[in-house]
């Protein structure tokens, strides 16, 4: 049974970072891609994805601000966010990229307070 399990949330001030973490279970990690995504009340939008082989993308929005790495040794993907706005505010989840809908995580909030 795949799972993925986000940390790392919390309220943070316009200027701050977090960073978040997705662990997976029931995938072959490392030859898997993997994406954040984030939900506000009546959108979930692409935040960054990374290769199994390490390469990145992001949405324009965050690129420059946030950085997707992982840990193949601890089925981990990391989201660092650095630069924080209250337009980030959301709640993250991670999945496979592309995204299946039965995989989708509890998430974990972010509120960035002005």
């Known amino acids: 049974q795949v799972r993925f399990v986000e940390s790392g949330g919390g309220l943070v001030q316009a200027g701050g970072s977090l960073r978040l973490s997705c662990t997976a279970s029931?995938?072959?990690?490392?030859?898997?891609?993997f994406g954040w995504y984030r939900q506000t009340p009546g959108k979930r939008e692409f935040v960054a994805w990374i290769?199994?082989?390490?390469?990145?993308n992001y949405a324009d929005s965050v690129k420059d601000r946030f950085t997707i790495s992982r840990d193949n040794a601890k089925n981990t993907v990391y989201l660092q966010m650095n630069s924080l706005r209250p337009e980030d505010t959301a709640v993250y989840y991670c999945?496979?990229?592309?995204?299946?809908?039965?995989?989708w995580g509890q998430g974990t909030q972010v509120t960035v307070s002005s």
């Open positions: 290769s199994s082989g390490g390469n990145t």
């Open positions: 999945n496979i990229q592309p995204a299946v809908n039965r995989y």
């Open positions: 029931g995938v072959a990690f490392t030859s898997n891609a």
